[in-house]
């Protein structure tokens, strides 16, 4: 038998879009429930994505540090790795935030729900846990239900050397051998996890460039520390056939211009990118209107086209960042509440939270040319920076697009450590429109890595004093 309830504004999904949805429209004076099928809050940032990866960023990062400490008098033995202290460490930095979103929830009196929620119609969901079935009416649905991997097709189905994201966070061991397939965000954040837990890394990427969305010039410092780090980097190459040994070892073929090459690896991690959730919905049941690509389609009002449900995040298309859903879901959740708001951000910054981080925003020099955007620029190495020479990163760059004719920055992207920290900076200037000169007569504090950002407008309004550039 199932019960039947119904509330102002349900929420199916929650991630960092979908709890920011719901808490927005319950201090909004709404009353929400948020659905969520695993038994945790959190999504995939939280569980499975981004926080325990970063986490375990960190460990990377520190790992490689104290071996640089050698080059400058500081010695330590190697690394010992204990990975179930590793992994308690992770789970317990991702419970703790649980346990964050639990309270936020509690406080707000939003209810919340565990079960998959499918639609029944334009204003009606069933959501089925492992006891009970729920037929939840709503006045307003937003939907934040995410994506989940990409997999190539051949893959052995269901086994257990094949890694995705989420099984790669498990850190059940450390492959000797890892193929990384896709030379993307996630297969260059958790191949140097692996990488420095002791894992021989090698990385098959399809197109001719690690990172392809991003200007190359940002992705050749870290290109070359990675080229350090892992055994080897396979660019323009593809894998044709993947098949199981009975020890469960992978017996991998990659084609490239140079030829077919056959390679035995302990595992293999695929990050191929994401495909939205939609299929989990049976959205048909509704008018709500799926694009020819999976993705929902929804104005700058977050709404779809049946317009009492909205939605949000991955499912919504890409960018697919935590950062851009959360704007969304608040927007969604201000206009559902019958409040004024609209989802335009001049910029949303990518970063990529590898040793050394790679982050941009705004147009890029890729995007420009293709489009003929006209641009200038200013590029500050942070060879010249005092801060970035302290910490081993005179390989990083600061780089800044300017509108040629109002001088307003267009994008940036920045290379080195904190980058990712640095590129609000960025966003911050374009969203306020901000010239040259606002930010080169920007006070920053010296010595950080901050300055640098002041430095590249530096550079294009021709003020820079820590660089000798002859004038033409
Ligand atoms: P991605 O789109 O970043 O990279 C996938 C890569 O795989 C691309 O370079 C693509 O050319 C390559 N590829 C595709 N098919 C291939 C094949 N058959 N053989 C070899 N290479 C192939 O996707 P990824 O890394 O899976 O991440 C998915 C999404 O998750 C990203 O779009 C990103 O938005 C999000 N994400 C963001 C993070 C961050 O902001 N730091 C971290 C992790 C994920």
Same mark, same amino acid.
């Given at each position: 038998?199932?019960?039947?309830?119904?509330?102002?504004?349900?929420?199916?999904g929650?991630?960092?879009g979908?709890?920011?949805?719901?808490?927005?429209a319950a201090?909004?004076?709404?009353?929400?429930?948020?659905?969520?099928?695993?038994?945790?809050?959190?999504g995939v940032?939280?569980?499975?994505?981004?926080?325990p990866?970063?986490?375990?960023?960190h460990?990377?990062?520190?790992?490689?540090?104290a071996?640089?400490?050698?080059?400058?008098?500081?010695?330590?033995?190697d690394?010992?790795?204990d990975?179930?202290?590793?992994?308690?460490?992770?789970?317990?930095v991702?419970s703790?935030l649980?346990?964050?979103i639990?309270?936020?929830?509690?406080?707000?009196?939003?209810?919340?729900?565990?079960?998959?929620?499918?639609?029944?119609?334009?204003?009606?969901?069933l959501?089925?846990?492992e006891?009970?079935e729920?037929?939840?009416?709503?006045?307003?649905?937003?939907?934040?239900?995410?994506?989940s991997?990409?997999?190539?097709?051949?893959?052995?189905k269901?086994?257990?050397?094949?890694?995705?994201?989420?099984?790669?966070?498990?850190?059940?061991?450390?492959?000797?051998?890892?193929l990384v397939?896709g030379?993307?965000?996630?297969?260059?954040?958790?191949?140097?996890?692996?990488?420095?837990l002791?894992?021989?890394?090698?990385?098959?990427?399809f197109?001719?460039?690690?990172?392809?969305?991003?200007?190359?010039?940002?992705?050749?410092?870290?290109?070359?520390r990675?080229?350090?780090q892992? =055994?080897?980097?396979?660019?323009s190459?593809k894998?044709?056939?993947?098949?199981?040994n009975?020890?469960?070892?992978l017996?991998?073929?990659?084609?490239?211009?140079?030829?077919?090459?056959?390679?035995?690896?302990?595992?293999?991690?695929?990050?191929v990118?994401?495909?939205?959730?939609?299929?989990?919905?049976?959205?048909?049941?509704?008018?709500?209107?799926?694009?020819?690509?999976?993705?929902?389609?929804v104005?700058?009002?977050?709404?779809? =086209?049946?317009?009492?449900?909205?939605a949000?995040?991955?499912?919504?298309?890409?960018?697919?960042?935590?950062?851009?859903?959360?704007h969304?879901? +608040?927007?969604?959740?201000?206009?559902?509440?019958?409040?004024?708001?609209?989802?335009?951000?001049?910029?949303?910054?990518?970063?990529v939270y590898?040793?050394?981080?790679?982050a941009?925003?705004?147009?890029t020099?890729?995007e420009?040319?293709?489009?003929?955007i006209?641009?200038?620029k200013?590029?500050?190495?942070?060879?010249?920076?005092? +801060?970035?020479i302290?910490?081993?990163a005179s390989q990083?760059?600061?780089k800044?697009?300017?509108?040629p004719?109002?001088?307003?920055?267009?994008?940036?992207?920045i290379?080195?450590?904190?980058a990712?920290?640095?590129?609000?900076?960025?966003?911050?200037?374009?969203?306020?429109g901000?010239?040259a000169?606002?930010?080169?007569?920007t006070?920053?504090?010296?010595p950080?890595?901050?300055?640098t950002?002041?430095?590249?407008a530096?550079?294009y309004?021709?003020?820079?004093?820590?660089?000798y550039i002859?004038s033409?």
């Open positions: 038998m199932s019960q039947k309830k119904h509330v102002e504004i349900v929420v199916i929650s991630g960092p979908g709890y920011a949805a719901a808490f927005r201090d909004l004076g709404k009353k929400v429930l948020l659905v969520e099928r695993d038994n945790d809050l959190g940032c939280l569980n499975r994505g981004c926080i990866s970063k986490a375990l960023l460990i990377s990062k520190i790992i490689h540090e071996k640089y400490l050698s080059t400058i008098g500081v010695t330590y033995p690394p010992k790795i990975l179930e202290s590793i992994r308690a460490y992770k789970n317990k991702v703790q649980n346990n964050g639990k309270q936020l929830a509690k406080a707000r009196k939003v209810e919340s729900l565990q079960g998959l929620a499918t639609f029944k119609s334009n204003d009606e969901i959501v089925v846990s006891n009970n729920t037929i939840i009416s709503f006045d307003k649905c937003i939907i934040a239900a995410g994506s991997s990409s997999l190539i097709p051949g893959l052995p269901n086994h257990p050397s094949v890694l995705t994201s989420k099984t790669a966070l498990d850190l059940i061991d450390i492959p000797k051998k890892l397939i030379g993307g965000v996630i297969g260059l954040e958790l191949g140097q996890v692996y990488a420095s002791g894992s021989s890394v090698s990385v098959v990427e197109l001719p460039n690690l990172i392809p969305g991003a200007d190359q010039d940002i992705v050749k410092p870290l290109h070359r990675l080229k350090k892992f =055994s080897s980097i396979m660019l190459s894998v044709v056939s993947v098949k199981s009975s020890d469960n070892t017996v991998v073929e990659i084609q490239s211009d140079k030829g077919l090459k056959t390679e035995t690896y302990d595992k293999v991690l695929v990050s990118g994401r495909k939205p959730n939609t299929n989990l919905l049976n959205i048909s049941s509704t008018d709500v209107f799926v694009n020819k690509n999976g993705y929902i389609d104005d700058e009002y977050q709404r779809t =086209s049946q317009k009492n449900i909205f949000i995040g991955d499912i919504v298309g890409n960018p697919m960042l935590a950062h851009k859903a959360t969304e879901g +608040k927007v969604a959740a201000e206009v559902a509440s019958g409040h004024p708001a609209v989802m335009d951000p001049k910029a949303i910054p990518s970063v590898t040793d050394p981080e790679v941009w925003t705004g147009l020099e890729l420009a040319k293709e489009n003929n006209p641009y200038e200013g590029e500050f190495p942070w060879a010249a920076s005092g +801060k970035a302290i910490l081993n990083g760059k600061t800044i697009l300017f509108d004719e109002t001088k307003q920055v267009l994008g940036a992207g290379v080195g450590p904190s990712g920290d640095l590129i609000s900076e960025a966003a911050l200037a374009i969203e306020m901000s010239d000169e606002d930010i080169s007569l006070v920053h504090p010296h950080t890595l901050g300055e950002f002041a430095a590249a530096e550079v309004t021709g003020t820079i004093t820590d660089l002859p033409k």
